[in-house]
């Protein structure tokens, strides 16, 4: 299968491309190259025979319908977005702009292009969201596939946006499509912005560790490559017009998460030891969702998906990996905005 990625230098989607191209796929990474991506992301696979580069914006429709005239793909993963939340509190304008227009262009040439090689009954469009479009939870429940939408943040109000447009897209045009909603992802590759890298490298080097609020903030966590593990299986799989909910199967608190890493960094990274000493509560997120909780029910009983990794197991190979890969996130630690406090508007 040839897989055109969007997004393929960023986190997760990174992760995918290493993987489809370890299982044989033939892979097209279409990335712009914001702040948050890197091509050393993908540098192990960058000389295989089966992938090839495109630094495009799925903003530029015309730059999208040369892609897809030139490389011809069997099926499209959709996994450029902005996504943090933070960045998405003072400046929601780009989240608007890459999550609904950049969708909306996609699907529009993923149709023409689609509709021009004569609908082939193999083609899919799998378009990759969040969690968050589906809200808050109280103490108990978790999200389904049927769960209501009611995303509270200028991030998740743009990825339930897009994933409106895929299913219309599906319901009025007939293009082929399956969705996923996935829960908070952890790993290696991790843009350090987000919480998992931020506690590993604060505590490395002897610097406080923020935790919002009182750190009662529930997530469900997934390791990522698990979570490329099972979207290529849905992309596979998957029912059309059908949409799978991703978790970990791994609920925690913040607080307690970063615990669990503070853990790992005594033993692993003795100097500073007991790392816990350097947490720091500090002034909440506006709007910032309680819990997340994902039912795997689904993936799991019609395509036989469970993760393969615990939370602890998961921490600690992310802590390893951190450690042992200096020269990967040295150099993105002068990127604009990391290690600032953003979102405090």
């Avoid at 406080?208 to 099972?230: F, K, Q, S, T």
């Avoid at 100097?271 to 819990?291: N, Q, Y």
């Avoid at 450690?323 to 150099?331: G, H, I, K, T, V």
Wanted: charged share 25%.
């Amino acid at each position: 299968m040839k897989i055109l990625v969007t997004g393929g230098a960023g986190f997760i989607g990174s992760a995918v491309v290493r993987l489809a191209i370890a299982r044989g796929h033939q892979v097209v990474n279409l990335d712009v190259l914001t702040y948050a991506a890197n091509l050393e992301n993908v540098a192990s696979v960058a000389g295989d025979p089966g992938y090839a580069f495109e630094q495009a914006d799925i903003r530029d429709r015309a730059a999208l319908d040369r892609v897809f005239q030139t490389h011809r793909p069997d099926a499209v993963m959709h996994l450029a977005a902005e996504s943090h939340v933070d960045r998405s509190i003072d400046g929601p304008g780009a989240f608007i702009e890459t999550n609904v227009t950049g969708t909306y262009n996609l699907l529009e040439s993923a149709r023409d292009y689609w509709t021009r090689e004569g609908r082939p009954e193999g083609f899919r469009f799998h378009h990759i969201s969040t969690d968050e479009v589906f809200g808050s939870l109280g103490e108990t429940g978790q999200f389904t596939e049927t769960t209501p939408y009611d995303p509270r943040s200028p991030y998740s109000a743009s990825k339930a946006a897009s994933d409106h447009l895929v299913r219309a897209w599906h319901e009025t045009y007939g293009l082929p499509v399956v969705l996923t909603n996935c829960s908070n992802n952890y790993g290696p590759f991790h843009f350090p912005e987000k919480l998992v890298p931020v506690v590993i490298l604060n505590a490395l080097h002897g610097r406080p560790i923020p935790v919002y609020g009182d750190g009662g903030n529930i997530r469900d966590w997934l390791y990522v490559e698990d979570h490329a593990d099972a979207l290529l299986l849905v992309l596979e799989k998957g029912e059309i017009g059908r949409s799978y909910n991703i978790g970990g199967e791994n609920e925690a608190k913040n607080i307690d998460l970063v615990a669990v890493i503070c853990a790992h960094m005594d033993e692993l990274h003795p100097e500073g030891a007991p790392h816990s000493k350097l947490i720091t509560f500090v002034s909440d997120r506006p709007g910032h969702d309680r819990r997340y909780a994902i039912d795997p029910t689904r993936i799991r009983d019609e395509l036989g998906w469970r993760p393969s990794v615990t939370i602890s197991q998961g921490l600690r190979r992310t802590v390893e990996w951190y450690l042992a890969n200096r020269d990967w996130w040295e150099p993105l630690l002068s990127r604009e905005g990391v290690g600032q406090r953003l979102g405090k508007a």
